[in-house]
């Protein structure tokens, strides 16, 4: 409020089809990214999503003090498929060039579940960056990984990008010794043996929710053989976060 110059009170309501916490889809970031952009609205304000995101990160990183990325203020207030490249001369996104047919075509190569399981990112983040002279080599190959993967995706090769999954989710269990446990290792070996290529918790670890790619006709293997999970469905969207209603007396 103090950014968007709201001074007198208002009241602010938040719905979700998630957990409030802990889920790994970035949604307090989300959720903070739609908050600015309402309060700016409020105020009269047309803020851009360069705006948004930058005070998003503001809040979240130099105020709260938040051991975390910018990726997720900024895919939430810019939208659609995105590179997002991190440098000291600042942030880039490029539009990933895939046709709104191929969006829908990698949707159905997509599966989401919830582990059942919330947890706090802080301290698996934490210890992430306490490793990073440890793993350099680690997030040097990640880094190889997510060129390789904006190139499949354009050239919707999907199969390939549940491989770069799997081997990104490799590497990733190595970052800190919380980001998987025995019952996720459980869970993601049953669905690659029900026909999925691979797969990652998504966020931090822990717990949260785990994405699977996997061939269209393998969809109800999978869902089968993890029966005790909950699937949420979901599917691309071009926009970030936006205004749907806006009135005023």
Known sequence: MQLTGVTKGVEIT?????????????????????????LHTYQGDSATAETLAREACQI??????????KQDQYIS??????????????????????????????DEHLLL????????????LAEQRSNIGETRPLLEEMTKLAYRGKDVLSEQAFYEFGELLHEGWNIKKQFASRVTNSEIDDMYQTARKAGAIGGKIAGAGGGGFMLFCCPPAKRDDIRASLHGLKEFPFRSYCDGSKVIFNYRN
């Not at 979240?60 to 990325?69: A, Q, V, Y």
């Not at 579940?113 to 698996?124: E, L, N």
């Open 77 to 106: 207030a810019y939208g659609n498929m995105r590179f997002i490249t991190f440098k000291t001369s600042g942030i880039t996104l490029d539009k990933l060039d895939i046709c709104d047919k191929g969006k829908q075509r990698f």
């Open 113 to 124: 579940f919830y582990t059942g399981r919330t947890r706090q990112a802080d301290p698996i």
């Open 14 to 38: 938040t719905l979700a089809d998630i957990p409030s916490e802990g889920t790994g889809l970035g949604s307090s970031s989300s959720i903070l990214v739609g908050l600015l952009l309402a």
């Open 60 to 69: 979240e990183i130099d105020t709260l003090h938040k051991p975390i990325g």
